[in-house]
């Protein structure tokens, strides 16, 4: 199991810029990507940005150009660093880890972070 401790999250005006931080720790071994979701008010948790192990990224389209995920695998922290923000960006954030176990897939999600796009 992966243990997962996000910080990052604050309000900040549109146009402004964030990072948000995934800290990974424990069976940190067997993950093989660790992705950024987002969850707005009534809707669903939707995919942002994911990196594998190899360092290969991707993005969905409503961030490409503005956000960009990168890990220190030294620290095994994964950031998000966000830019041009928009207010429709205001959602929680969470960091979810994917790893590769002997039975299958095993998934360990952080605690979620608030980021509020707002003038």
């Known amino acids: 199991q992966v243990r997962i401790v996000q910080s990052g999250g604050d309000l900040v005006q549109p146009g402004g810029s964030l990072r948000l931080s995934c800290l990974e720790s424990g069976n940190t071994f067997n993950v093989r990507s660790t992705g950024w979701y987002r969850q707005a008010p009534g809707k669903q948790r939707q995919l942002v940005a994911i990196?594998?192990?190899?360092?290969?990224?991707t993005y969905a389209d409503s961030v490409k150009g503005r956000f960009t995920i990168s890990k220190d695998h030294a620290k095994n922290t994964v950031y998000l660093q966000m830019a041009s923000l928009k207010p429709e960006d205001t959602a929680v954030y969470f960091c979810?880890?994917?790893?590769?176990?002997?039975?299958?897939?095993?998934?360990?999600w952080g605690q979620g972070t608030q980021v509020t796009v707002s003038s």
């Open positions: 979810n880890a994917r790893s590769l176990l002997g039975n299958g897939w095993h998934e360990d």
């Open positions: 990196i594998s192990d190899g360092d290969i990224t």
